[in-house]
């Protein structure tokens, strides 16, 4: 059983940066694929960026590429997703997700799930 719990959301006007993290619970943290999503009201969850249990390999949703960094400390059992440049179209609910299979960017691909966290961004 792993717990995720994430944090460092808040309101932030565009163009402007964040950080989120998240901190999982149980000493299995460094087997799992680590990922984030995020959900707007009336929309599905979607796939934003993922890293691989070893941390080699990461994945990008095309709408975040190039603005969005996900990185993961062992040591701390905690992912983080760096925000840059970012937009109105950036608002949701961003959740953290990990799960035992490899990086994938379907919602049934992850096992547990946190409770998420409100991004907004301001014109």
């Known amino acids: 059983q792993v717990q995720v719990v994430e944090s460092g959301g808040g309101l932030v006007q565009a163009g402007g940066s964040l950080r989120l993290s998240c901190a999982a619970s149980g000493r299995t943290f460094r087997t799992y694929t680590m990922s984030w999503f995020r959900q707007t009201p009336g929309k599905e969850r979607e796939f934003v960026t993922a890293?691989?249990?070893?941390?080699?390999?990461?994945y990008y949703a095309d709408s975040v590429k190039g603005r969005f960094t996900i990185s993961r400390e062992y040591a701390k059992n905690t992912v983080y997703l760096q925000m840059n440049s970012l937009i109105p179209e950036d608002t949701a609910v961003y959740y953290c997700?990990?799960?035992?299979?490899?990086?994938?960017?379907?919602?049934?691909?992850?096992?547990?799930w946190g409770q998420g966290t409100q991004v907004t961004v301001s014109t």
């Open positions: 997700a990990a799960g035992v299979g490899g990086p994938a960017k379907e919602v049934y691909g992850y096992d547990y």
């Open positions: 890293i691989s249990s070893g941390g080699s390999n990461t």
